[in-house]
Nanobody, 127 residues
Framework: QLQLVESGGGLVQPGGSLRLSCAAS????????IGWFRQAPGKEREGVSC????????NYADSVKGRFTISRDNAKNTVYLQMNSLKPEDTAVYYC????????????????????WGQGTQVTVSS
């Protein structure tokens, strides 16, 4: 059974950091792009960042550029999202998702492309 499980969410003060993890089971991530999305209460889900299958290409939403970094460890079948300089507007449920992607192709932040989704992890930025 293909499954993605997020972890690492929590409560953090503005300016703080968190690292989210997305662990895959039931399939290998080697040929999949992984994206992080978030959804705040009353708002639509938005793409945050994605990384292609070999990790050579990444994509970020303008709102997180320079603060968030996505990375992957295919040996551990895990993708990470390092979030620094967090702001209250980063508060949301964060989801990871996967879709099969040709090697060396850039990933996209369109949720409709993604086939597999995790259950989400809550990130709250508040003093």
């Amino acid at each position: 059974q293909l499954q993605l499980v997020e972890s690492g969410g929590g409560l953090v003060q503005p300016g703080g950091s968190l690292r989210l993890s997305c662990a895959a089971s039931g399939f290998t991530l080697d040929y999949y792009a992984i994206g992080w999305f978030r959804q705040a209460p009353g708002k639509e889900r938005e793409g945050v960042s994605c990384i292609n299958s070999r990790g050579g290409s990444t994509n970020y939403a303008d709102s997180v550029k320079g603060r968030f970094t996505i990375s992957r460890d295919n040996a551990k079948n895990t993708v990470y999202l390092q979030m620094n300089s967090l702001k209250p507007e980063d508060t949301a449920v964060y989801y990871c998702a996967a879709y099969r992607l040709l090697l060396f192709t850039r990933c996209v932040l369109s949720s409709g492309e993604y086939d597999y989704w995790g259950q989400g992890t809550q990130v709250t930025v508040s003093s």
